[in-house]
């Protein structure tokens, strides 16, 4: 493993993947720090200063500090990492416009789809005048297992990761800062490509709506993966794939469809769909074999997915002249089974601050950030 050299890492969000973050980085030399607001989250870490990490890589990552103070967590910190889930990415950016410093890199794991723009749009709003790059990768680096909280087992590291900057330009100093961290991410030319490869929303949703009734009825007593997408789904989410790379063909943007993600991603994969997601699953080295089923949709694979994932694509789509029924659907329907409107109140391009724009305004804006 590269090592890190002088550089402190600030991880926002002390769930699994802020902790999975900590054990990998702290492992790689990065001096880290840990903020959330919850501070039953970080009793533990705090009494053992760091955490114990197991699997692909052992020994013990430190942390310090480990605080619900933003301020100190934030101050002269080379990169803050931001773990909160999507749908808390604009409250995040808002908390840290006071006290963010020149030279500082935001990066958002993962970005869903559009995060860097509306993380942007949050900082000037809030009157940040700090000059700082902001990044945003398309998925989250490992697989981890979390059987204590102050202790990780590394299960799977990803093969392909990539990492876009706001604007497009600054990405090689993104990049140098985190090249030890994650060695195996690509620099993506825009935000769209990044935005447009969001596969949690593209995998999580088709599962969760089609699986609603076994798993009201039943919890989660089934595999998420090998048993959740059953042939007539597994075609369902073939057609939700064909319309975001028919977004992303649109915006000339080259993005993986899905089965190619999965082989790329994990190095595993059959000669269907259905035989990569039983291999995924039941393989000794399939990641997906440790994929929890959620006991409801009142889970981040919906109230997160849909609004920062599948209303973008679709607000993208109806920009460019794309039709795209399958994902409108799965934003009604999920909107409808949960009281909620998800397009109003999701990444449509009123909050992505791209109303009224072209394709090749929205390209634009996407590659060089929006105007002051």
């Known amino acids: ?37 919850d501070a039953a989250r970080l009793v533990a870490l705090q009494k053992r200063g760091g955490v114990d990490v197991e699997g692909l890589v052992q020994g013990f990552a430190a942390v310090d500090p480990v605080t619900r103070d933003l301020a100190p967590a934030v101050d002269g910190a080379d990169v803050i990492i931001v773990v909160t889930g999507s749908h808390f990415h604009a409250e995040v950016a808002r908390d840290l416009a006071p006290v963010l410093r020149d030279g ?15 993380v942007r749009r949050e900082l000037r709003r809030a009157g940040c005048r700090a000059v700082v790059d902001v990044a945003e990768m398309d998925n989250y680096p490992y697989s981890f297992g979390w059987p204590e909280p102050t202790r990780a087992k590394m299960t799977i590291v990803k093969k392909f990761l990539q990492i876009a900057a706001l604007p497009a330009s600054r990405i090689d100093t993104v990049l140098a800062k985190l090249r030890a961290a994650f060695p195996q991410a690509v620099a993506a030319p825009s935000l769209l490509t990044t935005g447009l490869t969001n596969m949690n929303a593209t995998l999580h949703v088709v599962n969760m709506v089609g699986n609603v009734g076994r798993l009201e009825a ?20 073939q057609q939700l ?13 080259e993005v993986p469809g899905i089965h190619a993600w999965l082989r790329r991603t994990y190095g595993l994969g059959g000669d269907s769909l259905a035989e990569t997601f039983h291999r995924l699953t039941h393989e000794p080295t399939g990641p997906y074999q440790w994929t929890p089923t959620p006991p409801s949709l009142q889970h981040k694979y919906v109230i997160e997915d849909v609004p920062c994932g599948l209303v973008p694509m679709s607000s993208l789509g109806r920009a460019a002249g794309v039709a795209t ?10 909107s409808a089974m949960l009281g909620r409107d998800f397009r109003a109140e999701g990444r449509n391009l009123d909050a992505l601050g791209l109303a009224g724009k072209t394709v090749a305004e929205i390209r634009s804006i996407a590659d060089a950030g929006p105007p002051a």
């Open 218 to 237: 039943t919890g989660n007593r089934y595999r998420f993966y090998t048993e959740g997408y059953t042939p007539s789904l597994i075609t369902l989410l």
């Open 325 to 334: 029924p399958v994902i409108d659907g799965l934003i009604a329907l999920t």
């Open 104 to 118: 500082q890199t935001i990066l958002l794991i993962q970005g869903g789809t559009g995060g860097a723009l509306v």
């Open 241 to 253: 794939d064909a319309e975001r790379l028919a977004i992303a063909k649109a915006y000339a943007v």
């Open 1 to 37: 493993m590269e090592r890190a050299t002088d550089c402190t890492v600030t991880v926002i969000g002390a769930g699994l993947g802020g902790v999975g973050l900590i054990a990998n980085l702290g492992l790689a030399g990065y001096r880290m720090r840990l903020h959330d607001r």
